[in-house]
């Protein structure tokens, strides 16, 4: 069964601190990978997608993330914080054969001290 | 232009009604999704349409009846609601990379 494993339920850096938010995943075929990122009392936001190719992906907001198969691992990246990346983050696993259904992860929330 | 869009966006109501949330989306896309995020923020997927047709129906009671009229509407409508289906009902859209955009999400209270 598809699952996807966020570590950490909350994570505190300073602004200007590099950022790894960390993400394993468990699924029985090539895994299609994402980061969102939710705001309180907002929608999600896709910050980046792993589907095939490079492990290493850029997305939005100065936001990566390397794909590394054999830790089964799916880690965020950001060099460096600003405040207002303060919100939750998910990892999301999916497939076409699953029915294009994702699986999120717990959440990580992220605190940005100034 | 908004991408997904629900109505509404809040909702409050007492135990035993029965209430109907609205989504569209204007992408374009053939597949639609409702997810509902619990009190902690879990996020599941109840159930999913493509091109009107039920494809995924995740272990939810059936007084949960989604309705597709057509590739760009997915609404969710919940009979007799009880205390437990207070939560945020997010809809969601994909093409075919499975890619899914997500709506602003309605926070439903059962009082």
């Known amino acids: 069964a598809q699952s996807v494993t966020q570590p950490d339920i909350h994570i505190t850096v300073s602004e200007g601190a590099s950022l790894e938010l960390r993400c394993n995943y468990s699924?029985?075929?090539?895994?299609?990978l994402f980061w969102y990122v939710q705001s309180p009392g907002q929608g999600l936001q896709l910050l980046l997608k792993y589907f095939s190719g490079d492990t290493l992906v850029q997305g939005i907001k100065g936001f990566e993330a390397e794909f590394k198969r054999s830790q089964s691992s799916f880690n965020l990246r950001k060099p460096s914080v600003h405040w207002s990346d303060a919100a939750e983050y998910f990892c999301a696993v999916g497939g076409v054969g699953g029915g294009n259904k994702l699986v999120f992860g717990a959440g990580t929330i992220l605190r940005v001290k100034s | 232009d908004t991408a997904v869009s629900q109505t509404p966006k809040y909702l409050v109501t007492q135990m035993g009604n029965d209430k109907s949330i609205k989504c569209e989306q204007n992408?374009?896309?053939?597949?639609m999704y409702w997810y509902k995020q619990d009190s902690k923020k879990f996020l599941k997927i109840m159930f999913s349409y493509n091109n009107k047709e039920l494809i995924i129906n995740e272990t939810v009671p059936n007084r949960f009846s989604p309705k597709s009229p057509d590739k760009a509407h997915l609404n969710l409508h919940i009979n007799s609601l009880e205390l437990g289906d207070s939560a945020v009902y997010f809809c969601?859209?994909?093409?075919?990379?499975?890619?899914?955009?997500f709506g602003p999400g309605t926070r439903l209270t059962v009082l």
């Open positions: 992408l374009g896309h053939d597949t």
């Open positions: 969601a859209s994909s093409q075919v990379t499975i890619e899914q955009f």
């Open positions: 699924y029985g075929a090539t895994p299609y």
